[in-house]
């Protein structure tokens, strides 16, 4: 990767964590979620995934589905920088006139699957996967889950299906932000060691700086997949990435902020001073 | 080979859209795996992912029929069905085995008799609950089709002697009784018990007591016409079903009967709470839903009604319940 190119790979990832900060206020947003992964889908978007406006209905493209469906914020500021959707509908986020809520709709340009509850399109995304092999479709399923999600039994169910079915063009991307709403995933229900977890049941388990765009390259340019096994990109993030006042703070999950706030943020955002923020938050799941 | 595993082969050589998934449960289609190759996917015990999967396929085009236990079909993945197959609206054709009554001696755990009720209440799925194999076979054809989730109990008894109509979901049918003008009986039913009705229909037939058997073939679209006119033309009305007395056909008919300001004397037979479990003979025995027992709470009821005033044809005073 040149250094224009990750220039350009970082400037998109801000003009998305922008996007998100502009849905965080007037209803909000889950921001924190939404700023950890926003750099793995911009890579994602800009250089793995077989997908464009283009080929959106295209059969053999390439399937992203967001099984953690809180961070569609920062899907939907992906799917406005590359044209998916136009920018200013991101400004109808929570009008009842369109489709574009706290979690995805698959009414929207882009949107594989809907999703929200947590655990489902693990074993959404191995249907899409066996359809396309079943075709012989190059198609490759990416399936992004929040580290939270893993508490799910349903998670670990589909695992051991993936596994027993060798389905092998399917990517698993834990967002491993290491929260889960309001507390540390490891104060709870303990997931380490993780990548062990999933090759005992089966799959290639392989870690990646998720914010850094050269590991990130490194990563999914040296992904086998059709290998008779599934894939883990465990994706080593920080929980409201790009904004410090919030980053790593178990009280900021999901955010309502005042208009000025946002400002702040957006400031915040572009390096200066850090904001100061009085709106309550949602600690209560 | 059995019927519904020709069923299946057939509708896959001409479809390639077909694919069947089972959560381990394989039994009324053994022969299907090997001739259906990698359109035949055995999940293991894990019907979560059976449904996930199979909307994952349903959205990209396929038809998906899924195999496996109606209580755990139904009860263990629902929230996938909600939210992955009816949500979605996903083409996907969910057989529930050994359904109602027919689970006998496996115990509550296995008892799906709120099934009805928890598919019915769920946007965009449609119930079919057929009456034997040939009914089975023939909606079958037609849900897979349509482009649309459904829930099915599976069935594989001996065809009843009855009339066939084409199905169409929504549309019930008279299986016996078809030309009394004004029966002193018209009960409604739909599955495994439609045998037992029509048999009670005789008995009560011999004693002089006319008797009409509606099978409702489908419970979600409910055919509201038959009920209205059942309501409209008998004395009383019976729903016989192998579910719980709540959800299932007796609240469709609850419900039928208050949309539309119609009265009616409504003997509601099915199951109050968990069956008693053992041969599927003594079941019925026990839990007065043989041929007999339903006879019998007809009789009894018919014998309680004559003594209150009857219905105004338009008469808006409350549904009474047995
Ligand atoms: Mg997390």
Request: proline share 4%.
């Amino acid at each position: 990767m040149t250094l224009e190119e990750r220039n350009a790979l970082e400037q998109a990832a801000l003009r998305v964590r922008q996007h998100i900060v502009r849905m965080s206020t007037n209803g909000g947003c889950f921001i924190g979620a939404s700023l950890s992964c926003a750099d793995v889908l911009v890579y994602l978007y800009w250089r793995f995934l077989n997908i464009s406006p283009l080929t959106v209905n295209a059969e053999d493209r390439d399937v992203l589905l967001l099984s953690k469906g809180h961070d569609v914020p920062a899907l939907y500021g992906v799917l406005a920088e590359r044209g998916f959707i136009s920018k200013d509908r991101l400004k109808n986020h929570l009008s009842v006139d369109d489709h574009i809520y706290w979690h995805p709709n698959r009414a929207v340009s882009g949107v594989e699957f809907h999703s929200g509850s947590l655990g489902h399109l693990l074993s959404v995304g191995m249907g899409m996967a066996l359809d396309a092999r079943m075709k012989g479709l190059p198609t490759r399923v990416v399936v992004i889950l929040g580290d939270g999600e893993l508490n799910e039994g349903s998670v670990w169910e589909a695992c051991l299906v993936a596994s027993a079915l060798s389905i092998d063009n399917l990517v698993a991307i834990v967002d491993r932000n290491h929260f889960q709403a309001n507390i540390r995933t490891e104060e709870l229900v303990p997931l380490e060691p993780l990548a062990e977890k999933f090759r005992a049941f089966g799959w290639d388990a392989m870690y990646v700086n998720g914010h850094d765009m050269e590991s990130l390259d490194e990563c999914f340019g040296a992904l086998q997949l059709n290998t008779g096994r599934p894939t883990v990109v465990i994706a080593d993030t920080r929980r409201g990435k790009g904004l410090p006042s919030i980053e790593e703070r178990a009280d900021r999950w999901f955010c309502n902020f005042s208009p000025e706030e946002a400002d702040a943020l957006l400031d915040e955002l572009s390096g200066n001073s850090r904001a100061t923020l009085t709106s309550e938050t949602l600690i209560v799941r | 080979m059995n019927r519904y595993e020709t069923l299946l082969l057939d509708t896959a050589s001409r479809d390639e859209r077909l694919v069947v998934i089972t959560a381990e449960n394989r039994g009324h289609m053994r022969t299907v795996p090997p001739m259906l190759g990698d359109r035949f996917i055995d999940v293991g015990i894990a019907e979560q992912t059976m449904i996930g999967m199979a909307a994952g396929m349903a959205v990209r085009g396929r038809v998906v029929v899924t195999h496996a236990l109606a209580a755990f079909l139904t009860m263990r993945a629902f929230e996938f069905i909600r939210d992955d197959v009816a949500i979605a609206n996903a083409p996907v054709i969910m057989v529930g085995m050994v359904p109602g009554v027919l689970s006998d001696g496996n115990g509550p755990t296995h008892q799906a008799i709120e099934d009805v009720s928890i598919m019915r209440g769920l946007p965009n799925m449609g119930v079919f609950c057929p009456c034997d194999e040939s009914e089975f076979i023939d909606g079958m054809r037609v849900l897979l089709e349509s482009r649309r989730p459904w829930y099915v109990r599976y069935i594989n008894t001996p065809d009843l002697a009855i009339s066939r109509v084409a199905f169409e979901p929504g549309v019930a049918t008279v299986v016996r009784g078809e030309s009394l003008h004004r029966p002193n009986v018209t009960i409604l039913t739909y599955g495994f018990l439609t045998r037992q009705c029509i048999e009670a229909a005789e008995e009560l037939g011999r004693d002089d007591v006319q008797v009409r058997v509606v099978n409702m073939r489908t419970l979600k679209p409910a055919d509201e016409k038959a009920i209205l006119h059942a309501a409209g033309t008998s004395e009383l009305v019976v729903t016989v079903e192998d579910h719980l007395l709540t959800g299932g056909l007796a609240s469709i008919v609850a419900e039928t009967l208050m949309a539309h300001g119609k009265g009616a004397h409504v003997l509601t037979i099915g199951f109050p709470t968990w069956f008693t479990p053992g041969r599927l003979d003594e079941v019925l025995a026990n839990e007065h839903i043989s041929s007999a027992a339903i006879a019998h709470r007809i009789r009894q009821r018919l014998a309680d009604i004559v003594h209150v005033p009857a219905a105004p044809p338009s008469s808006t005073h409350e549904v009474t319940h047995a």
